[in-house]
Structure formats: structure tokens, C-alpha cells
């Protein structure tokens, strides 16, 4: 081959797969598997941070009945609230549990796997919480919030690596932001349905918990026909023909070529397809900087404040004037907000990039937080002041949902190769879990010390965590895996790959069946 035609060719290449890559549309199989995927998974968890605020009076009064018929006497006022207590904050137990053991079940069973296989908890745990009542077993309603916490830390784990491994690289954060949004369409399903004129009555509470297994039901007629991730199945599974029927059906294309050799190439530069253990990833130096990246983003995601943020709503509302009882409809405009910000978001994501959204949410949670603050001590002054203080809880929470409330699990995926993703994701589980449980124990000691004050703690930790984004996170959008990764090289303060060395591995991974291709750098779209 003469040089000539071998530049013509890594020219014409070049062109096909930039035009691949920026025009390439979206498949209805990609669609499908980030919906039902997510469905499945992620929405369970966002109803089940909302669903148990409507019944929360019901279930109290279940406790006490139940406590009657077996004791003869009625429940004391700490034991029911220790008892509604442990009821609420076991979710959290449970995910830590879901986080910590993700990782297993990515390895036996896959990603798309895993997904189904965590239906059986999201069911058992329905069967639980709707029959508790029937079996006058409070502890039925317990070891059911403990069960839907692991289906939803495993959720939380494995369906951002499945959607960060099947989508191309132009639209990884658009796909991946479906998490996000699904989080939130639960969070704001499990508001309209307990709303009174629904389920939210003391003859109907339990339906709000079978409700739970229909999304899993429905992840389980549907998951099944579509594709496992393409990566896992090459690189993990060995098996190159399902990795290009996978690649196919996920981007509505016959030559996938590209696309594998690319997969190939980072398992070759990696220099390992075995999938590491949480400990040989703290031990890599290569990665250094992402892990420590990964934690502080997702527990900002946690420690930002959101969660503390019902706390007020109410009280501000009553101040304003509202009635309690249309006090859950205006509520629902909270999580009306949170779906349409994460839906923008995934619109935008793609041209704004993750680094300048996550700066932007957490950058204007800390203005509102600040302007809250302000507003809730001039509360009784002004009679027009809780309406601001609303407005502001409104503002707080479309900044989070525009950037923090989903691209932390998308840079989990994002910043790590695949050998060491499962182990990064059960460490990003573990840090939002106990981030999680710590809010929910320490909130209540800083809202009593610091009263109105309490949100500028929520102040300090958005802007530490813009700052250290803005300084340490490189941007991650339409790049690959590897392309980021070395990114990182210089502050984890190891060489980047020549571009002599970046032939070579070129050269040395090409399938044994293919034929000899010219010697040029191939890009795809993933």
C-alpha cells in the first residue's frame, strides 16, 4: 500500500465516522432500554422517598392497633415514633446494603442481568408492605422498606454503568440522564397518588405500596428483549458475536467495526479484563484522582441539602396562608419542578457538558440556600415573605435536579474503565448511602442549634464542592472511556499515552476473523 492511498483512506474513514457520530439518530431499542431500564430501577426510588409522607398518620395509627390487639394496651408516644422511625431511615440501611453487594451481582449476572433480577426484591418487598396490614404485622411493613432500600441500592448502581455502557458517546449523557428524570417522575407519582381523592385514605394506604410491583412487572415483560451492554459482553463475557449483535441493535447500524475496536483498544491499553475488587482500586494510582472525585460529588449529592429541604415546605406554606388541607396540592408543584429540570437537563447536557452543569447547580443552590436563610428570618416581619421563601425552595430544587441530581451517577460510569467500574460504583453507593444516613440523623441536632441558620451548612458544602469541580473535574462529554481516563494523567501524575503508542495498540488488537485494514486510528461513536 502505497502512502498515497493510505491517507485518501484514513481520510475517507475519518469523515464516515464524524458524520456517524454527530448524526447518527437515536434508536427506538436505546430509547426502550433507557425507559424500561429505568422504570424498573430508578423510579422505585424516587416513589419510595415520596410514597410513605401520605400514609405516614394511617401507619401510626396501624401501629398502635396492632399494638393493642397484642398487648392489651395502647402503644407509648416515643415507641411509635421510634417504630415510624426505624420504618423510614431502614430504606437507607437497605440501599447500603443493595450498594455493597452490587458488585457481585454485576459479575455473575451482567448489567441488564442484574436489573432483572432485582425485580424479585422490588416484589417481595410490594407483598410485604401492601399484606402487612392484612396480617396485623407491623414488622412486615419494616422488613419491606429494608428489602425496597437493596432493590433500590442496587438500582442506583447498576442501571447508570447499563445505560452509560450501551449509549454512544455524542448521547451518553442525554440516555443517562434517564435516571434522573425517572427518579424524579417517581418522587412526583408518589405525591399525586397519595393525594386523598386517591390512595392517600386510611381504607386505601396499602395500595400505595403495591403499587411497587407494577413498574417492576413491567421492567420484566420488556428488559428481557432487549440487548445486555455490549462492553460487558466483549470484554467481560468474551463474547464478540452477542457484543455485535448487541452494538447493532443499540445504534441501528450493520458495521459496528468501529465501535468494537474501540472496546477492544481500551481493554488493551487497560492491560486487564479481569474486574478488580474495591480494594485493588484504592490501590491504583491510575485512578487516584477519579475515586476521590467520585466521592466528594456523590456525597455533595447528598450532604447539598435537598433532602432537609421538606422540613420547611409546609410550615412556609402555612405561614403564607394555605389551608392544610390543599397544602399536598401545592406541594405537588416540588415535584412537578424536579421532573421538568431533570427533563431540561437531559436536553441540554450534551452542549452545556456535565462539568459546567454541576457547577451551575450547586452553584446556585448555595445563592438560594443563602436567600432562603435571609427570608425565613424576616418570615414573621413581612407578610409577604413566605412567598419568597417558597419561590426559593422551588429555585433549590431545580438547581439540584438540573446537574446534581443525576450527572453524579453518570460520571461514575464516566470516569472509570471497565475492569474498574462495578468496584466504583459500590464505593460511589456506599459514600451516597451513608451521606444519606448521616443527614437524616444529623439534621434534626443542626436545625434545633442553628434554627433558620441551618441552610448555610448546605451553603459551605455547594460552593467547597463548585470549587473542587471547577479546579480538579475535566469535562467528560462526547469523549471515550479512554479519552478521559487520561485526562486524569497529569494530576494522578502518570504519562499519557504517545500517539506512537496509541498505534501500536491499534495494530496489536485487531480481531484474529477480520481482515487486514489500513494502518490508521479509528474513531467511533462510542
Partial sequence: MDIPQKNNLSDHTETDVRNNSGKQPVTACLLNAAFFGALGSSFLYGYNLSVVNAPALFIKDFYNETWIERYGEPIGAEAVTLLWSVTVSIFAIGGLLGAVSVSLFLKVFGRKGTLLLNNIFAIIAALLLSLGEMAKSFEMLIIGRLIIGVDSGIAL???????????????????????????????????????????????????????????????????????????????????EAGAEKAFQRFLGKTDVSQELEEVRGEAQAQGTLHTVSVLQLLKTPTVRWQLITIIITMACYQLCGLNTIWYYTNGILREAGFADNILPYITLSTGAVETLAAVISGLVIERIGR??????????????????????????????????????????????????????FILTGELFEQSYRPAAFMIAGTVNWLSNFTVGLLFPFIQETLQSFAFLVFVVVCTLGSIYLYVVLPETKNKTFMDISQSFAKINKIPAPSPSHEMELALCIQPKTSEKVPDVKMESSF
Avoid at 405500596?209 to 428488559?223: G, K
Avoid at 432562603?372 to 422551588?394: A, E, K
Wanted: aromatic share 14%; with cysteine.
Fill in 157 to 239: 448502581s447498576a442501571l447508570p454503568m447499563y445505560l452509560g455502557e450501551i449509549s454512544p458517546r455524542h448521547i451518553r449523557g442525554f440516555i443517562g440522564q434517564f435516571n434522573s428524570i425517572l427518579i424524579c417522575l417517581g418522587v412526583f407519582t408518589g405525591q399525586v397518588l397519595g393525594l386523598p381523592e386517591l390512595l392517600g385514605q386510611e381504607s386505601r394506604w396499602n395500595y400505595l405500596f403495591s403499587f411497587l410491583a407494577f413498574p417492576a412487572l413491567l421492567q420484566l415483560c420488556v428488559l428481557p428483549f432487549l440487548p445486555e451492554s455490549p462492553r460487558y459482553l466483549l470484554l467481560e463475557r468474551r463474547d
Fill in 355 to 408: 462539568k459546567r452543569l454541576l457547577i451551575l447547580g450547586f452553584s446556585a443552590m448555595a445563592v438560594f440556600f443563602s436567600l432562603l436563610t435571609v427570608f425565613l428570618n424576616f418570615q414573621d416581619s413581612v407578610s409577604w415573605m413566605p412567598y419568597l421563601s417558597y419561590i426559593c425552595i422551588l429555585a433549590v430544587i431545580a438547581s439540584f435536579c438540573s446537574g446534581p441530581g443525576g450527572i453524579p
